[in-house]
């Protein structure tokens, strides 16, 4: 049984910090991309930042600079540090791990989420 579990999440004035977890289990980690996204209320769920299996990283434009991203394969886990937090930055954070698979076909895996509130 796959689950991404993501914890961190809470309540943090603007300019604080936050660091979320995302623990996998599963699935063969090292192999699988995983990304945070966030939903807002009222909005569409977009992307945060990625990292490959690799490592390389992805960052959207609005958190470049103040959010990063890392993984431990050792621990299954993803990391997203969150610095210079701002309002708009509150939302429910998701994790996701995708892999590409045979015959064009794309395996992936969502977490539950976890609220991130920053108070103005």
């Known amino acids: 049984q796959v689950q991404l579990v993501e914890s961190g999440g809470g309540l943090v004035q603007a300019g604080g910090s936050l660091r979320l977890s995302c623990a996998a289990s599963?699935?063969?980690?090292?192999?699988?991309?995983i990304g945070w996204y966030r939903q807002a209320p009222g909005k569409e769920r977009e992307l945060v930042a990625t990292?490959?299996?690799?490592?390389?990283?992805n960052y959207a434009d609005s958190v470049k600079g103040r959010f990063t991203i890392s993984r431990d394969n050792a621990k299954n886990t993803v990391y997203l540090q969150m610095n210079s937090l701002k309002f708009e930055d509150t939302a429910v954070y998701y994790c996701?791990?995708?892999?590409?698979?045979?015959?064009?076909?794309?395996?992936?895996?969502w977490g539950q989420g976890t609220q991130v509130t920053v108070s103005s």
């Open positions: 990292i490959s299996s690799g490592g390389s990283t």
């Open positions: 996701k791990a995708e892999r590409s698979a045979s015959y064009g076909r794309r395996i992936l895996y």
């Open positions: 599963g699935i063969t980690f090292s192999m699988y991309t």
